[in-house]
């Protein structure tokens, strides 16, 4: 037997297989150590092909030994691997990496044992028992004696940390009885379990409103016909996740599974128990928070097939299930299902093909749908399905929009309006809880001279400093570096030094003095940094130990908190005016994603959105809860300026720390591109015109953590001779890759 191996070293040098001698019993799939190089030296790799003979003529060394007894990749990945290769431009073995948890890789996780003990075989208790004891009776040993009554009465096999905790200081005595025979050493796997203990109550499938079953009925026909893509266009409380659970439902009754997609942000333990609550011991989790011998126990779960659905943040769209029938990404207009690592693949387009090599469906959910994906559907790519209602016809909030500009007019310079002190006085006197959502952490946003209008920027990064009250200090938010505050302008010398701009530490600040006594939690970057810190603060405000909870985007999303009937957010403004051409729309999902989260149980839902420019489209759409109507108003922008989805932006990112070379490099790269964009069009009869523009320079944020940064923007029309442009593209980027060149992105995630 001949086998294809790919080495796992990420150099495009050697990405490509080897052919190696095998023995009969090698699977593809398998990872095995095999000689490499002209030293030999043993290297992990993947058998991607077996065959029986071998045309060449070099003498071939031999597969050392296969590293598990099962291949870790299906077929289905190892072809997904080369769509992956093809598609983001990386390596293969990249492509392949992203399938297996990177702690299986050069061992460096194990399944976990416990060291276990048994009686010996063969050996009689009686008599042993017998010849442990002295002339009178009493035991030569009496450790000994306890450990080995203990083990034959139980007859069974038994931890020695057990055995310790019954027999405190047994561990002389175990080893003695080891080597005496008497009983001997087992050792059992035993499995890392992620859920700390907790096992949700079992739950059974509601009854579905009319809506949810015509949803359902929808998605099971396309499930029948192994095919499709679907656009669940639901509010938030509509019973998304009640649907997809039926449908999952399906899946395994009919001997499939399933993965289910969430922003890792929104994978929250009561997530969790949702899921194992209804499928129990077959739901799997991936996510960030996992040890890796979690991971790895997870992962082989899946692999050996116990596990069937796999809940997870995006990597887990690669979990090696077999047969899926059903892939759901819910909030699928997250930005956190595309990759900001190479290769930077799109989680959601990673589930398309997995759908079609397997004949499942994909099943993308919102309450608010990014534009392109709804402008798929309305073109009749993706079927559209939609629940327009919460369930129980519970009102969606209420939502005022307060024009903060009229506040400081009438004399208010505080952060609430009297609108949102009223309210959370109101909600307060209730008893009921309230969030305040603001889009930046820290004390203030930057830090100035009111005298000469000085800005303090990082040492390092292009970028302004954060006041940080809490630190006394300010922060750069790109490189962590922190600066003390001087008493005076460092460039003109007065004592004018002010805070600008609000940040979660101030809102809680002035809640505190607001409302003295009022117990709030803040959840922001700067409190969530340890391991289970966002569960922590979102279990205690759940369980009432505080009556507010202010926050970030990460309170925006999934939260199911019954008592909460106030949403206030604090400075819209914040979220309006960054340079992206999908500000807008992100503000409008942000703004109905977070007023979402008012009113779920009783429907007396209110929300304060504060701002300074009350007719923006997004403040007003969102305070409508018009999602259509913002689509309407988005695409038609999106459209007189030629922006995705009716064209696609291509970013070219260049790093380095000494600036003219780094000019140059870029200048050469994008002439060199330029060239061979405009070749790729002409060869296919296309207008050069199909290239809208093309600009290079320096970065919106012109050095981070001391490097430059230079880019080259481009936008083409979408035709059908796009996909051949993008090809020309990354010909051309493979084939001058130099130390500048940092990444290409298409439709990057953001333009800094
Ligand atoms: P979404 O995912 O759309 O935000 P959820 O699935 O979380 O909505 O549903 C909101 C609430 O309604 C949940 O508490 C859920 O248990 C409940 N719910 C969903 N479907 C039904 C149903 N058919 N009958 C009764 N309650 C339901
Ligand atoms: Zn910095």
């Excluded at 600066?483 to 530490?505: L, Y």
């Excluded at 979220?575 to 779920?600: K, N, W």
């Excluded at 002439?671 to 320079?697: H, P, S």
Aim: charged share 25%; net charge positive; glycine share 8%.
């Amino acid at each position: 037997m001949f086998a294809q191996v790919i080495v796992d070293i990420a150099n495009s040098g050697v990405d490509r297989l080897f052919t190696y001698r095998a023995e009969e019993n090698i699977i593809l799939g398998q990872r095995v150590l095999v000689p490499f190089g002209s030293g030999n030296k043993p290297i992990e790799g993947y058998v991607l092909g077996i065959s029986e003979s071998y045309e060449g003529n070099i003498a071939l060394k031999s597969i050392i030994r296969p590293l598990e007894p099962y291949s870790v990749l299906t077929h289905e990945q190892i072809r997904l691997a080369y769509w992956i290769k093809q598609s983001y431009n990386c390596l293969l073995v990249d492509a392949l990496r992203l399938m297996i948890p990177a702690q299986l890789r050069r061992g460096r996780v194990k399944e976990k044992r416990v060291r276990t003990v048994k009686l010996a075989d063969g050996v009689d208790p009686q008599l042993i028992r017998a010849g442990m004891l002295k002339k009178d009776g009493s035991p030569k040993s009496p450790k000994q004696k306890e450990v080995f009554d203990l083990l034959s009465e139980s007859n069974a096999e038994m931890s020695t940390a057990d055995i310790c905790a019954f027999i405190p200081g047994a561990s002389s005595a175990i080893k003695a009885l080891i080597d005496k025979g008497y009983i001997t050493e087992a050792g059992r796997e035993t499995y890392r379990d992620p859920y700390a203990g907790r096992i949700p109550l079992r739950t059974m499938p509601l009854t579905l409103s009319a809506a949810q079953a015509d949803v359902l009925e929808k998605i099971s026909a396309a499930m029948d016909r192994r095919e499709g893509t679907m656009l669940l266009h639901g509010v938030t409380g509509s019973g998304k996740t009640e649907v997809y659970m039926q449908a999952i439902a399906k899946a395994l009754d009919e001997g499939g599974s399933a993965i289910v997609l969430v922003p890792e942000i929104s994978l929250t333990p009561q997530a969790m128990d949702r899921f194992r609550g209804r499928f129990g011991e077959q739901v799997a989790v991936l996510h960030s928070r996992l040890s890796p011998g979690e991971r790895y126990d997870e992962w082989r779960r899946i692999r050996l097939g116990k596990a069937k659905v796999v809940l997870g943040a995006r990597s887990a769209v690669f979990a090696p299930l077999e047969n899926i029938r059903l892939i759901v990404v819910d909030e699928e207009h997250e930005q956190s299902y595309s990759s900001e690592m190479t290769p930077r693949y799109s989680a959601i387009e990673v589930a398309q093909k997995r759908c079609k090599l397997n004949g499942g469906v994909l099943l993308l959910g919102s309450a608010t749908p990014s534009v392109t994906s709804y402008f798929r559907a309305k073109r009749g790519r993706y079927a559209l399905l939609e629940l327009p209602e919460r369930i129980n016809d519970l009102p969606l909030p209420k939502v005022d929009i307060v024009d903060m500009r009229q506040e400081f007019a009438a004399g208010n310079t505080g952060i609430f309006s009297g609108r949102l002190y009223h309210e959370l006085k109101a909600c307060l006197d209730r008893n009921e809880q309230a969030i305040l959502f603001i889009n930046r952490r820290g004390y203030s946003t930057f830090v100035s001279c009111r005298s000469c209008g000085y800005v303090f920027k990082c040492d390092n990064c292009d970028v302004s400093m954060t006041y940080h009250k809490i630190d006394k200090l300010m922060k750069c938010h790109y490189c962590g570096r922190t600066k003390n505050i001087p008493k005076v302008c460092p460039e003109c010398g007065k004592p004018h030094i002010k805070f600008f701009g609000v940040g979660t530490q101030q809102v809680e600040e002035q809640l505190r003095d607001s409302f003295p006594g009022v117990k709030s939690l803040r959840m922001d970057m700067d409190t969530t940094q340890t391991r289970n810190a966002h569960y922590d603060i979102l279990s205690r405000f759940s369980k009432g130990e505080a009556q507010v909870l202010i926050g970030t985007q990460m309170v925006a999303k999934g939260l199911d908190m019954p008592n909460v009937s106030l949403v206030g957010i604090v400075a819209a403004d914040a979220s309006l005016h960054i340079p992206d051409y999908r500000s807008c729309e992100r503000a409008f999902q942000l703004f109905t994603q977070v007023a979402g989260r008012a009113g779920r149980a009783n429907g007396n839902g209110r929300v304060v959105i504060q701002t300074y420019t009350p007719d923006h489209p997004a403040v007003v759409l969102a305070s409508r809860h018009d999602y259509k109507g913002f689509y309407e108003y988005e695409i038609a922008q999106r459209r007189a300026a030629l922006f995705p989805p009716y064209a696609l932006f291509v970013r070219v990112l260049f790093i380095h720390e000494d600036q003219a070379p780094l000019c140059e490099a870029e200048e050469r790269f994008a002439q060199g591109l330029k060239d061979a964009i405009l070749q790729a069009l002409k060869a296919q009869g296309a207008d050069e015109r199909e290239l809208l523009f093309m600009v290079w320079g320096e970065a919106p944020i012109k050095r981070i953590d001391g490097k430059y940064r230079r880019q080259i923007v481009l936008k083409l029309a979408r035709t059908k001779h796009t996909p051949k442009a993008v090809d020309a593209i990354y010909s051309y980027a493979n084939a001058h890759r130099s130390e500048y060149f940092c990444s290409l992105d298409l439709n990057p995630g953001d333009m800094f």
